[in-house]
């Protein structure tokens, strides 16, 4: 079967990584940490490590800073086999502080945001866009204007909206551009108000409900399937961008929605049994 060509655009970032028994409360206390380490974040960072180790072929446009943690990055990319389309900015790049819980409870703090003023390779990025079976254009403001040229290129776009409420204004753009959707659960107050909104989308979208597994609609049709099963969580780092690209694969590859959503989800429970963003092969 012939590889998936897949372009991928949106934030790359280097994160600190510090483990606790449980969040932290809103109140002033001390805590300690189980463990803490530095690695690769960023949700198109996860989609290309995933997407790369299910042998498609990816190329990555996003933003790095001219500092050390660009080149950490940037290196694990290039040993995981993606190209890289890295448009550098004077000062840091993108890094978070993740607070994480044994049970795959996340509090994610921005330290760092490079801006993108003025793109020097985006006649490179068209290109490579232009070759693409899908384009997968992340939440950035440095990548929203690749929406409207993977459009006009005829390329099909695929967002994920993470946990978009079905009201930020800062998603839109993305959501209307989508030919495929994808989110999480944690916008909406319960599932009815969940599957609502994805019959209302009027385009096929995927919705991850986290241990619950995912749920699809597509065509007026509702398609379930659960959490493929996970012994001991390691890192819950990846874990959507590992469904989303495990789905990727096995639909371009000619799968039926029932076998992408358990797809997804097998790459997921890998992921999650890994302490990288991806699973390592």
């Known amino acids: 079967m012939r590889k998936p060509k897949v372009f991928v655009a949106g934030p790359v970032s280097w994160n600190r990584l510090v483990l606790l028994d449980r969040l932290p409360e809103a109140r002033p206390h001390t805590t300690f940490a189980t463990g803490h380490r530095s690695t690769v974040g960023g949700t198109s960072a996860g989609k290309a490590l995933n997407l790369a180790s299910l042998d498609a072929e990816v190329i990555l446009r996003t933003v790095v800073g001219d500092d050390e943690p660009a080149r950490e990055v940037l290196a694990v990319l290039a040993d995981a086999g993606v190209e890289v389309i890295a448009e550098t ?32 390779h985006d006649e490179r990025a068209l290109a490579a866009l232009a070759e693409a079976d899908v384009a997968v254009i992340d939440l950035a403001e440095h990548a929203r204007p690749l929406l409207a040229r993977a459009r006009e290129a005829g390329v099909p776009v695929w967002c994920d909206l993470h946990d978009y409420d079905g009201v930020s204004g800062f998603h839109r753009d993305f959501l209307d551009a989508a030919d495929r959707v994808f989110l999480n659960d944690d916008g909406f107050a319960h599932h009815d108000a969940l599957l609502g909104f994805l019959d209302s989308l009027g385009k096929p979208a995927v919705a991850t409900l986290g241990a619950e597994g995912a749920v699809a609609v597509e065509d007026g049709q509702v398609r379930t399937a659960p959490a493929a099963p996970v012994e001991r969580v390691v890192d819950a780092n990846g874990a959507g961008d590992a469904f989303f690209s495990g789905f990727l694969v096995a639909h371009v590859g000619g799968a039926d929605i029932g076998a992408a959503l358990s797809a997804g989800a097998e790459q997921a429970a890998r992921c999650l049994l890994s302490p990288d963003l991806a699973p390592r092969t």
């Open 89 to 120: 900015v004077e000062g840091a790049t993108e890094q978070h502080l993740n607070l994480m819980d044994p049970h795959g409870g996340r509090v994610s703090i921005y330290l760092e945001l490079p801006v993108l003023r003025q793109p020097r």
